[in-house]
Each structure stands twice: as structure tokens, then as C-alpha cells.
T-cell receptor, first 113, second 111 residues
């Protein structure tokens, strides 16, 4: 099993550009989520999905869109990047929503200039 | 509001010394509690978790944590730290509605 994979590992965007961060898991996990990690703030939940076709907002959803068309994939879209979105982004998955260990991808370091 | 507090931003210990990382949570009921470790440039890895039962839980890499309901705490301990334990440690709670992480404690191990 590859676990949770994320691409790209690094990305530099200009303000206003759009891009999609890719996330995939091969563990047949129902629950997937996106976090951003900023210095001194820990990880904050952006969006999550409890299964294909179902998504919901987390703590900091503004500026981000998600979709879940398959169990395996959970892309995160930045429609118009802003410098405040400079961060490290982690995708995670778990067997189900409640009380299960989350498996994390290696992260994507995004810089918006 | 629910929250997780890790009061120590950074801790330095000597190799072989004992370690305790503090975690306090704010939640009306007993949450489900986790400790994760993040090595530089890596994602997070689960060290241990508490759902119910015995309040002292054992994890990987020789770590343990104790849930104390009266103190709303879930402190992580290790009797003898190894240089490879240098990393960032995150406490997390799952309230059933959402997952919250603390701000992390950075551990430096000196020879």
C-alpha cells in the first residue's frame, strides 16, 4: 500500500492564480480531510469528507473548495490564491469519521507571492 | 468552545533523561485523545490513543500517556529519551463532531 499520497510536494503561486492539490489513498478509507499547518497554530481542518459525494467544512474553509467523486481521491482547490494561503497542507484519511487513527500524507508546501 | 492546549512550545532534554509533554483539553464530555509525532519534513504519525478503559495507554517507540479526567489532561511520557525522538509532538482530541490539534511541542534532544 502506498498509503496517503499528495502531489505536488512544493508549489509557488502568484496571487490570483488557481491550482489543485491532489490527494489519494489506497486503503479504502471512507473519511478524508485536509489540514493546513502554520507556525504556532498547529493543524487546522479545512474540509473533510465522510464518503464519496459527501463533503463538509472544517474550521478554516474560506478560499478552498473540495469534491469527492471517488473513495480514493480528495482534491483541494484554491480558486484565487492569496498570500494568506501560504502554508503546508496535509491530507489525511481514516477508516471512518469517528475515533479512528488518521493517516497523513507527506504534505504540500505552498507559497503564494 | 473546544480546544487543546500544549503549554510548552519547545522543550530540550538530554539523551537518556525522562520526558513529559503536557496536553490539556477543554471539552464538556470525555473526548477521544491522541498523540501524534511529526519528524522534520514529514507527515504526522500516531503515537498512541485513548478511547476508554485503562487511563494509562502505551504507544509506539516506548511512549505512554495518562488520561486524567479531573485535570482534563493527557500528558505524554517517555522514561528515557533517544536522539531520534527529536521531533514535533501534537496532542489532538476528537469530540465526535470535529478533530482538534494542539499547537505542538518541539522537542530537542542534546547528547
Amino acid at each position: 500500500n502506498a498509503g496517503v499520497t499528495q502531489t505536488p510536494k512544493f508549489q509557488v503561486l502568484k496571487t490570483g492564480q488557481s491550482m489543485t492539490l491532489q490527494c489519494a489513498q489506497d486503503m479504502n478509507h471512507e473519511y478524508m480531510s485536509w489540514y493546513r499547518q502554520d507556525p504556532g497554530m498547529g493543524l487546522r481542518l479545512i474540509h473533510y469528507s465522510v464518503g464519496a459525494g459527501i463533503t463538509d467544512q472544517g474550521e478554516v474553509p474560506n478560499g478552498y473548495n473540495v469534491s469527492r467523486s471517488t473513495t480514493e481521491d480528495f482534491p483541494l482547490r484554491l480558486l484565487s490564491a492569496a498570500p494568506s494561503q501560504t502554508s503546508v497542507y496535509f491530507c489525511a484519511s481514516s477508516y471512518s469519521r469517528l475515533f479512528h487513527e488518521q493517516y497523513f500524507g507527506p504534505g504540500t508546501r505552498l507559497t503564494v507571492t | 468552545a473546544q480546544s487543546v492546549t500544549q503549554p510548552d512550545i519547545h522543550i530540550t532534554v538530554s539523551e537518556g533523561a525522562s520526558l513529559e509533554l503536557r496536553c490539556n483539553y477543554s471539552y464538556g464530555a470525555t473526548p477521544y485523545l491522541f498523540w501524534y509525532v511529526q519528524s522534520p519534513g514529514q507527515g504526522l504519525q500516531l503515537l498512541l490513543k485513548y478511547f476508554s478503559g485503562d487511563t494509562l495507554v502505551q504507544g509506539i517507540k516506548g511512549f505512554e500517556a495518562e488520561f486524567k479526567r479531573s485535570q482534563s489532561s493527557f500528558n505524554l511520557r517517555k522514561p528515557s529519551v533517544h536522539w531520534s525522538d527529536a521531533a514535533e509532538y501534537f496532542c489532538a482530541v476528537d469530540t465526535g463532531n470535529q478533530f482538534y490539534f494542539g499547537t505542538g511541542t518541539s522537542l530537542t534532544v542534546i547528547p
